[in-house]
Nanobody, 124 residues
Framework: VQLQASGGGLVQSGGSLRLSCVGS????????IGWFRQAPGKEREGVAC?????????VYADSVKGRFTISRDSPKNTVYLQMDSLKPGDTAVYYC?????????????????WGQGTLVTVSS
């Protein structure tokens, strides 16, 4: 099982980025996929999560509701995190993760596999 996150970069406040989480050796559609972020000196926090295909309910942190959108691209075995109206407070390393329980746990400790992080920097 492998997850690879990409798409981070430097963007001005108010700008947009789209992060990608690509799966290898398993089908992302069958599992919940969560996006987390960790800013320097802070704990890792959940940003968004999407339940397995067929359910597809999504969960967002209050801090990103209305600005971020999580979605699936099944043919590409990819989950995206579209980030709009970015703020300097969104600056962090972003990770994607999955867990075998079929839910979207709030705690990062409940996720079983993680991709490497991708850095998002939002300048003011």
């Amino acid at each position: 099982v492998q997850l690879q996150a990409s798409g981070g970069g430097l963007v001005q406040s108010g700008g947009s980025l789209r992060l990608s989480c690509v799966g290898s050796r398993f089908t992302l559609d069958d599992y919940p996929i969560g996006w987390f972020r960790q800013a320097p000196g802070k704990e890792r926090e959940g940003v968004a999560c999407i339940l397995p295909r067929g359910d597809d309910r999504t969960v967002y942190a209050d801090s990103v509701k209305g600005r971020f959108t999580i979605s699936r691209d099944s043919p590409k075995n990819t989950v995206y995190l579209q980030m709009d109206s970015l703020k300097p407070g969104d600056t962090a390393v972003y990770y994607c993760a999955t867990e075998w329980g079929g839910t979207c746990p709030q705690s990062s400790r409940d996720y079983d596999y993680w991709g490497q992080g991708t850095l998002v920097t939002v300048s003011s």
